[in-house]
């Protein structure tokens, strides 16, 4: 178990190693990344078939929301209004399906530590709508000051945001390995402990949802240069619900996942406890990792 | 139990901060010449939304054109950075990685609100009278891009008298990208002087 926890383990922190950098403009070591990314990691072939048609399906929806964009612009209609927020809605979802490491985050958060499922929703939706409200903020403030170089500036500002986030991460990370490392004194089963809600979720949220997307940025731009901004901030809040909802249900189901196996060996009671500790502390040590690694990514470049 | 502990990390591994953002439908041209290979011409259609924000970007007049000033500037500043990734552009020869030292001719343009680069690689190969292979795979390692092939016309051959020459379309798997997760398609071209 232990054996393969750590696998797992170092499977997430090397997956998530990538910040999202626009290649195009920002200077990278991806040569390298990319040889060491083929050495390490392999993913099984059913994977990459999804992620093949998750990509296609986001290449669809980008097409549609592109030309609804324009169509709206010229009609005004409510039809196609409605059709922009379906479209930017699973557009948001399907879009964070994709490869990154968010929800990687989330997943050690909710292995860490003790929840439920009203928190793994609240966490979702915070990193969701955040991610999202980011970027319409860096975009609004370059609109009603510079009003150009968008691109640009926004890739030096996300910098800024990033080292920031990436901070509190570690931050986070380390405050809960912390807290593991003064509760392992306690003999106490962690099960008769209450739960409290929000001890660590809100500024976790914060802290992960704080980087701007880049997918929202693109949107609200195109919408800007054809003079509707109003829709692309409509489309915005949807694809931010969208995100909510992808990442919610990875709250859920690793919360749910972690419930079931502590019903299992709910009979054995000092295993239950051991694994309840490898769960705490492994997921508090993939937080602080990831957070440390991704800081070390903004710099060291 | 280990089962389950899969499930979600397959599930997981995918991701928030997702990607791609950006989608190119590309073309390519292999280019030929008395001697054998020549290069690569690449010709990227880039999506409607990103080139939107490009062309705030980079068309500085406004006018709906790249003009030469401009062409530079997005050279400049969005495109030479690339190098950094190979121009997204992965060949092999006879089995060996080629590493590209230069681009040319680069052109930059807009067409009905879309964004298209032309650049062309050099990359010359003596043809002989043995089979040798060249395969070339277009992607963007750091996944922030989606390279697609263009649903017209997505490769072509330019100036083939002197060679005979066979290809197909293979899904590299063993130079799956982004950590593995992608797989790209490439193409791959075995080709000799005609004897």
Same mark, same amino acid.
């Not at chain 1, 403030?141 to 009603?144: A, E, N, T």
């Not at chain 1, 009671?269 to 705490?280: A, D, E, G, H, P």
């Not at chain 2, 280990?2 to 599930?11: C, D």
């Given at each position: 178990m232990r054996k393969i926890f750590f696998l797992i383990s170092l499977f997430f922190v090397l997956n998530s190693v990538i910040a999202q950098d626009n290649p195009f403009l920002s200077k990278g070591k991806t040569t390298s990344q990319r040889e060491e990314g083929r050495k390490t990691l392999r993913y099984p072939r059913f994977a990459q078939t999804i992620i093949g048609k998750i990509a296609l399906v986001q290449r669809s929806l980008n097409k549609h929301l592109a030309?609804?964009? @324009? @169509?709206?612009k010229e009609t005004k209609s409510t039809k196609i209004l409605f059709l922009i927020i379906f479209i930017t809605f699973i557009y948001g979802a399907v879009h964070a399906l994709g490869p990154g490491h968010g929800k990687t985050l989330t997943f050690s958060y909710f292995l860490s530590e003790e929840t439920n499922i009203k928190k793994g929703i609240t966490v979702g939706c915070i990193i969701g709508f955040l991610h999202a409200t980011s970027a319409l903020v860096l975009v609004l403030?370059?609109?009603?000051t510079i009003k150009k170089a968008y691109l640009n500036n926004i890739e030096s500002m996300s910098r800024t945001i990033k080292i920031i986030s990436y901070s509190l991460i570690a931050g986070i990370g380390l405050f809960l390995l912390i807290k593991n490392i003064y509760n392992i004194n306690r003999k106490k089963d962690i099960k008769d402990k209450e739960i409290k809600p929000f001890q660590s979720a809100i500024p976790f949220s914060f802290a992960v949802g704080?980087?701007?997307?880049?997918?929202?940025?693109?949107?609200l731009l195109f919408s800007l240069s054809l003079g509707v901004l109003k829709i692309g901030i409509i489309s915005t809040i949807f694809m931010a619900l969208g995100m909510a909802t992808t990442i919610s249900s990875v709250g859920i189901l690793t919360i749910l996942a972690k419930d079931n196996l502590k019903k299992i060996l709910l009979k054995?009671?000092?295993?239950?406890?051991?694994?309840?500790?490898?769960?705490?502390?492994?997921?508090?040590?993939?937080?602080?990792a990831l957070g440390v690694t991704l800081l070390l990514s903004v710099y060291v470049k | 139990?280990?089962?389950?502990?899969?499930?979600?990390?397959?599930?997981?591994?995918?991701?928030?901060l997702a990607h #791609?953002?950006?989608? $190119?439908?590309?073309?390519i041209s292999v280019v030929f010449n008395d001697? %054998?290979?020549? %290069?690569?011409?690449? !010709?990227?259609?880039?999506?409607e939304m990103f080139s939107s924000t490009m062309i705030q970007e980079f068309d500085l007049d406004a006018d709906g054109k790249f003009n030469e000033k401009e062409i530079k500037g997005i050279v400049r500043g969005a495109f030479s950075n690339l190098k950094e990734h190979n121009y997204f552009t992965d060949i092999s020869i006879n089995g060996q990685r080629f590493k590209i030292k230069e681009f040319k001719d680069f052109q930059a343009k807009i067409d009905s609100g879309v964004m298209i680069y032309k650049f062309f690689i050099p990359c010359g190969v003596t043809a002989i009278r043995e089979n040798q292979e060249a395969t070339i795979a277009v992607y963007d390692p750091t996944y922030f891009v989606q390279v697609l092939w263009a649903s017209q016309k997505p490769y072509s051959f330019e100036d083939t008298s002197k060679v005979e020459l066979r290809y197909e379309v293979i899904e590299d798997e063993k130079n799956a990208y982004y950590y593995g997760q992608? $797989? #790209? !398609?490439?193409?791959?071209?075995?080709?000799?002087?005609k004897q």
């Open positions: 030309e609804l964009t @324009k @169509k709206i403030i370059l609109y009603f704080l980087i701007p997307c880049t997918g929202a940025t693109i949107v054995r009671n000092t295993l239950n406890f051991i694994i309840q500790r490898i769960f705490s502390f492994g997921g508090a040590f993939l937080i602080f | 139990m280990v089962y389950t502990l899969m499930i979600i990390t397959s599930f997981t591994t995918f991701s928030l #791609p953002h950006v989608f $190119i439908d590309n073309r001697k %054998g290979l020549k %290069g690569f011409k690449h !010709e990227w259609f880039f999506d992608i $797989i #790209p !398609e490439a193409l791959k071209i075995n080709f000799r002087m």
